[in-house]
């Protein structure tokens, strides 16, 4: 380990590394299990991640909707993030998507809103709690 300008090497490693985040998902029409999930990185610290780092970096080319886990109360929920700039959740420091594949054709973008109803719209919708999450007509809207 060489030391420079008073700063190992080892410690330089070790900043760098913590600034790419592995985000693990499982898409339900594929069967796949959450129990085996997928994984990929990001280049950012996991609390700076946003739905679009998630979009950019999605290793699947096609249209995607993204659930997150996240607490609630005492609980384990899914929560919809449709908002680009929203930092997504993480639980006991990992992040976990639920992804959900609406088309393999296009990007991976949200439609974009008029400005006159943005502010109107909701980012997010009522968590639901994990043992229901399966059921993806079981969300409301706020």
């Not at 994984?39 to 996991?46: G, R």
């Not at 930092?87 to 990007?107: C, E, F, M, N, Y």
Request: net charge positive; charged share 20%; hydrophobic share 35%.
């Amino acid at each position: 380990r060489r030391v420079h300008g008073g700063i190992s090497s080892f410690f330089v490693l070790v900043i760098v590394m913590s600034q790419k985040s592995l985000v693990y998902y499982f898409i339900t029409t594929d069967k796949d299990q959450q129990d085996k999930p997928n994984a990929f990185y990001i280049p950012k610290a996991l609390n700076e991640i946003k739905l679009k780092d998630i979009k950019s970096c999605f290793p699947i080319p096609g249209l995607y909707h993204f659930r997150f886990q996240m607490r609630f109360e005492n609980s384990i929920v899914w929560m919809d993030v449709t908002n680009d700039e929203a930092v997504v959740p993480a639980v006991s420091g990992k992040i976990t998507a639920k992804v959900s594949r609406l088309s393999w054709d296009g990007p991976q973008e949200a439609p974009k809103v008029s400005s006159s109803s943005a502010s109107q719209s909701q980012s997010f919708s009522k968590p639901t709690s994990k043992s229901s999450a399966s059921n993806s007509d079981d969300l409301l809207s706020l």
